[in-house]
């Protein structure tokens, strides 16, 4: 045990001596190996700053990317429109005094906002109808805090869809989508003006989530507006986000945020927007005519069907509408359609009820010169017919 203690305190010993005899002997052997010491440190630095690097380039994903595209092409817009509000008279329910003292009607400037996004390079813009109505100005803001006095092209109430134009060139655009693709979980991307931040210092606000559903209809509001096939989305969408854009991950405008479902006013996840191919067919009848001619008419009167309606037409049962009267010269009457024709089918879709006949005869994509087909049952037969829309004389 004392032997090989001994034999180890003499071999360090003897390894101190030659150490530092080598350094003696070769004095830039010291610095050597402290330029060494740096160089490892300084590798080890650089190391850590690529790490760095990773770490950033990991951040960069596809929403960043998608956002970083699109953002310069959403835009702030402000408002100045003219409303009219009414005070009701305390005598409204006396017709004597209500003619002495009736209502008063006054109109007042309001200030309103919203969102939209340059749609060409020379400076059309989309936004929702109800944030333009009845504008006397519309100031358009972009990214870079350029502003710009816009024009309104053109819009489409029940749609909920107005064309604006601002005097620019080379603008930054969002590229359309095809919603008709639209996967229902994969990322959607809203972009907008919630509650004017926009104004605040030009950046618009986004939001993260996913595409919830697609096709969503909905009855005609208390504005009047129609919205169908919207697509569904949990991005939060506020006041203000009205207009702007929802991208998919690869930046491309999938649709237009336009509505919510809230309980107190704010985002509960249920968003809407208007899809893509429905907002481009509809741009390009507002370039040319500034407006949607829905104004058609088919001259048909039609009523539900009862058991004693069913019996004396022999139906099997009371699904479809029966045909009451057809105006003279209509669209109806030159399709060859008759009094007592049972409608069981519009376009393919099976119909059970008048509602269902209107809810068909109101959607918003039908048009003046659109046709559409019917299959009705007259003396146990089926008939195809088809009725070309035609304008209301």
Do not use: C
Not at 115 to 129: A, E, H
Not at 170 to 181: A, C, H, M, T, W
């Amino acid at each position: 045990m004392v032997r090989t203690l001994f034999y180890y305190l003499m071999g360090t010993l003897i390894g101190v001596a030659l150490v530092a005899l080598f350094f003696n002997l070769n004095p830039n052997g010291l610095q050597a190996l402290k330029a060494q010491g740096v160089k490892a440190v300084a590798v080890a630095d650089r190391n850590a700053e690529s790490g760095d690097e990773a770490v950033t380039r990991s951040r960069r994903n596809a929403i960043t990317r998608s956002v970083g595209e699109a953002s310069p092409a959403v835009v702030g817009i402000n408002v100045i429109a003219v409303r009219e509000y009414r005070y009701r008279s305390p005598f409204y329910l006396d017709p004597f005094f209500r003619q002495m003292f009736p209502d008063q009607v006054y109109r007042k400037h309001v200030e309103n906002l919203g969102s939209g996004f340059i749609i060409s390079p020379d400076g059309y813009v989309l936004t929702n109808q109800h944030v333009v109505e009845e504008a006397t100005k519309v100031v358009v803001t972009k990214t870079s805090g350029e502003k710009f006095d816009a024009d309104i092209i053109g819009a489409d109430r029940d749609n909920d869809l107005a064309l604006l134009k601002i005097n620019g060139q080379n603008l930054p655009y969002i590229r359309f989508g095809n919603s008709d693709e639209v996967i229902i979980g994969e990322w959607a991307i809203a972009i907008g003006n919630p509650f004017g931040l926009f104004s605040i210092h030009s950046q618009p606000t986004v939001t993260v989530g996913v595409v919830s559903a697609v096709d969503r209809d909905f009855e005609r509001n208390e504005e009047g507006r129609l919205y169908q096939d919207m697509i569904q989305t949990d991005a939060a969408i506020n006041r203000g986000n009205s207009g702007g854009p929802l991208i998919n991950s690869i930046g491309e405008l999938i649709g237009m945020n336009t509505m919510i479902f809230t309980e107190g006013g704010g985002s509960i996840g249920l968003g809407f927007a208007i899809p893509s191919n429905k907002l481009k067919t509809l741009v390009e009848e507002l370039k040319v005519s500034g407006s949607i001619d829905r104004d058609f008419w088919t001259g048909l009167h039609v009523q539900d069907l009862n058991r004693v309606i069913a019996m004396s037409l022999r139906l099997p049962d009371l699904k479809g509408v029966v045909i009451t009267d057809i105006d003279p010269g209509s669209p109806s009457q030159k399709a060859g359609l008759e009094p007592t024709d049972v409608i069981v089918s519009v376009n393919g879709k099976a119909v059970s009820n008048t509602a269902e006949i209107d809810q068909v005869l109101k959607n918003i994509d039908l048009r003046v010169g659109d046709k559409i087909r019917l299959t009705v049952l007259r003396g146990g037969k089926k008939i195809e017919s088809t009725v070309k829309l035609e304008k209301k004389g």
